[in-house]
Nanobody, 117 residues
């Protein structure tokens, strides 16, 4: 059974940092592109960072230079280090994994990140 389990969300003040973790079942991690989305209530889920097994990380402009995505293949875990957090980063953050190329087939349950001003 495929599982993605996120952790690390919480409430922080603007300018502080958080690290999100996403533990994946081995069958979908080692050869899959992994990504992080976020969703604000009433808005669409947006891809903010992803990392493939062959190329480097990629970021949305809104988080570039502040967020870092990384993966630890030995632990089947992908991370999102979030620095210099802003109130507009407040959202539910979701870990996702590609199944078919270009298709985000697997999702975690989401973790809330709230940044106060």
């Amino acid at each position: 059974q495929v599982q993605l389990v996120e952790s690390g969300g919480g409430l922080v003040q603007a300018g502080e940092s958080l690290r999100l973790s996403c533990a994946a079942s081995g069958s979908i991690f080692r050869s899959n592109t992994m990504g992080w989305y976020r969703q604000i209530p009433g808005k669409e889920r947006v891809l903010i960072a992803f990392i493939t097994i062959t190329s480097g990380p990629n970021y949305a402009d809104s988080v570039k230079d502040r967020f870092t995505i990384s993966r630890d293949n030995a632990k089947n875990t992908v991370y999102l280090q979030m620095n210099s957090l802003k109130p507009e980063d407040t959202a539910v953050y979701y870990c996702a994994a590609e199944g078919s190329p270009g298709e985000w087939d697997y999702w975690g349950q989401g973790t809330q990140v709230t940044v106060s001003s």
